[in-house]
């Protein structure tokens, strides 16, 4: 596991250097994607009537769910990066 997620990491790392988009990534700036992302993906399940339900995704809500949850990642693997966390 912790292989895969330092292949991800780098990935990540490797787009966001070949587009020079370090410089907007600060810390601040990064916590603040986070949460902004995560409200999206709270969103999703807003008017979920209970717990089961949210097991129940339809196909395209499901869909979005891991567009969000792959934002929230690439942002945490950027944090990591800035302030020399190791995340696993």
């Known amino acids: 596991m912790e292989d895969r997620i330092e292949q991800i990491s780098q ?7 070949a587009r020079d988009w ?4 600060d810390p601040k700036n990064l916590a ?5 992302e ?3 993906l709270l969103e999703h399940f807003l008017w979920i009537k209970n717990t089961d339900e949210s097991y129940q995704l339809e196909p395209h809500k499901l869909e979005s769910v891991k567009e969000e949850v792959a934002d929230i990642m690439i942002y945490l693997l950027y944090i990591c990066d800035s302030l020399n966390i190791d995340i696993t």
């Open 32 to 36: 603040e994607a986070i949460a902004i």
């Open 22 to 25: 370090k410089q907007f990534h």
């Open 38 to 40: 995560a409200g999206e």
């Open 11 to 17: 990935k990540a790392i490797t787009f966001r250097d």
